[in-house]
């Protein structure tokens, strides 16, 4: 049984208690965050957060990031907090930056995914720091079944896991729509391991240059650094194709593909930032923030529609961009068309 809490209109202390209490009880809560909609659990109960990894059937070895409210909440789950997340923790939590850390002996296994290091972060909406303050550290990965898109509304919690977790909390659309930035910290450089919600520019005002881990590029690699990175992600049903290039080429280009898709008798869908003919439209919004915002529900939504391909426009990578084309390239499976 699942039970769906109503919060749109803001944070609710009764109904966070209920919520809290699942947490502290190792069941299951999704629950709103700034990035996306997390599947949290009490993330010092290995119990309760091995039933993260059923229930989205993620491999054991790809990592959850544990979610706090408090600065201090950071030397409980972290053996050694560097000079550099303290920066960093100072100026953007709560916020969408995830720093990666040597952890202590309290934190499991199951939830570093077996790794001597714990990923972090302050989130920055008031349900999540709410439920987190009336409970416990939380573990949360993204709501989705593993390989799906990202959560950014309650419904899409709700189709991957209604009857399968205690509790849904819905709180609206999410504002950023990408996940958390994820820095590496625990090694001698700092290491970007995933671009997200804030913009590496901004990591780089604060700390200098920023070492781009090679999995981030979509070369394929086997490490232990980055568990996360060798698997399939962000895809929808149909298969997702990105055009990248100059705009007036792509513009051509994408033209053409739907007609070449079409004439061979699939659906196609677009989804970009200006309009097109085609069987189905998602327009992704003009600005940076309403791409990101826009990205995972797009292709959610035209994959309900019953479209066989998806054809997606390329953004420039630069600010929320480069977490824009990450997550297209890995939906497309690097499916890549250059105009
Ligand atoms: P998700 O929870 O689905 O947003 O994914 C969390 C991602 O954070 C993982 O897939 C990893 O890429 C990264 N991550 C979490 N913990 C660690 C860690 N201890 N070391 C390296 N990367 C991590
Ligand atoms: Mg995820």
């Known amino acids: 049984m699942t039970v769906v809490i109503n919060m749109r209109d803001g944070v609710d202390k009764e109904k966070i208690r209920i919520a809290a209490r699942f947490i502290l009880d190792g069941k299951l809560v999704a629950f709103p965050t700034e990035t996306v909609y997390g599947l949290g659990a009490d993330a010092l109960n290995e119990k309760a957060v091995k039933r993260i990894f059923e229930a989205k059937g993620r491999p054991p070895d790809n990592p959850l990031i544990v979610h706090i409210s408090d600065f201090d909440d950071l030397r409980k789950l972290a053996s050694d907090v560097p000079r550099e997340a303290r920066l960093l923790a100072e100026r953007f939590w709560p916020g969408p930056l995830t720093v990666v850390l040597p952890k202590r002996e309290e934190v499991p296994y199951a939830t570093t995914g077996g790794l001597d290091t714990v990923a972090v972060r302050m989130p920055a909406h008031p349900i999540a720091l709410a439920l987190i303050?009336?409970?416990?550290?939380?573990?949360?990965?993204?709501?989705?079944?593993?390989?799906?898109?990202?959560?950014?509304?309650?419904?899409?919690?709700?189709?991957?896991?209604?009857?399968?977790?205690?509790?849904?909390?819905?709180?609206?659309?999410?504002?950023?729509?990408?996940?958390?930035?994820?820095?590496?910290?625990?090694?001698?450089?700092p290491t970007l391991l995933r671009p997200g919600g804030l913009p590496l520019e901004e990591v780089e005002k604060v700390i200098g240059e920023v070492e781009i881990h090679p999995a981030v590029r979509g070369k394929l690699v086997d490490v232990a650094r980055?568990?996360?990175?060798?698997?399939?992600?962000?895809?929808?049903?149909?298969?997702?194709?990105?055009?990248?290039?100059?705009?007036?080429?792509?513009?051509?280009?994408?033209?053409?593909?739907?007609?070449?898709?079409?004439?061979?008798?699939?659906?196609?869908?677009?989804?970009?930032?200006e309009e097109y003919a085609a069987d189905e439209f998602f327009h992704l919004g003009k600005t940076e923030e309403e791409v990101a915002r826009n990205l995972f529900r797009a292709l959610r939504e035209l994959d309900k529609k019953g479209v066989d391909v998806i054809i997606a426009e390329g953004v420039e990578e630069k600010g929320l961009g480069f977490a824009v084309m990450n997550r297209l390239r890995k939906a497309a499976g690097y499916r890549i068309v250059w105009a």
């Open 226 to 273: 980055s568990p996360g990175m060798k698997y399939k992600h962000y895809s929808p049903n149909a298969q997702v194709i990105v055009v990248e290039g100059r705009r007036e080429n792509v513009r051509k280009k994408i033209a053409e593909l739907v007609e070449e898709y079409r004439a061979k008798g699939f659906r196609v869908g677009v989804m970009a930032t």
């Open 133 to 189: 303050k009336a409970s416990t550290p939380i573990a949360a990965p993204s709501a989705n079944i593993s390989g799906k898109p990202s959560p950014t509304l309650a419904e899409h919690v709700i189709d991957d896991f209604y009857g399968r977790i205690e509790c849904i909390i819905d709180g609206g659309e999410t504002k950023i729509g990408v996940e958390s930035t994820v820095i590496d910290l625990s090694s001698e450089r």
